[in-house]
């Protein structure tokens, strides 16, 4: 997380360090002047980029988190013919086809392999980071939003408490 970025709690629950789906780090255009990921040039690429570990028991390309979610696969074949080894981390793009989710659960990405990583890179992207930049690219959610859906969370408690059981 970045000077830039909000970080939303969930204040009825029990947290544990590193990255957890009960917290949320969120920006905007009103916080941060790096809303979308940029390239070494400081230019938006016009595709989203992503970087995934490369998994050494099947070919998976997964990302950082604990435990990992899997992106897609590399065969054996492609990976022989560009020198990729279990544990690179490697470049993609998210191409027009997106990605796909059934019941909250990613179900596919059309990702296109670009390169390897820089070797100084310390992990892959984490679930978070990825589905914020796609969110950001194709649905941004604004403060006001969030502002609004805590106020109507409010409400909806407050009528919940109104609520007279007759029985």
Request: charged letters at 25%.
């Amino acid at each position: 997380m970045s000077e830039m970025d909000c970080l939303f709690y969930n204040k009825h629950a029990h947290y544990h360090t590193g990255n957890t789906p009960l917290a949320l780090v969120w920006k905007d255009e009103n916080c941060s002047q790096y809303v979308i990921d940029e390239d070494s040039k400081g230019q938006t690429p016009p595709h989203q980029q992503v970087v995934l570990a490369l998994n050494h028991e099947d070919g998976s390309l997964i990302t950082s988190d604990d435990p990992p979610i899997v992106f897609g696969y590399l065969s054996h074949e492609f990976m022989l013919n560009s020198h990729l080894k279990p544990g690179n981390f490697l470049r993609s793009t998210v191409g027009d086809g997106g990605m796909s989710f059934v019941d909250g659960k990613l179900e596919k990405a059309d990702l296109h392999y670009t390169n390897q990583a820089y070797r100084a890179r310390a992990s892959a992207d984490s679930y978070s980071k990825i589905l914020f930049q796609y969110a950001a690219r194709h649905s941004p959610l604004r403060i006001e939003d969030l502002v609004a859906s805590m106020g109507s969370s409010e409400d909806l408690a407050e009528e919940a408490k109104d609520v007279e059981m007759i029985g």
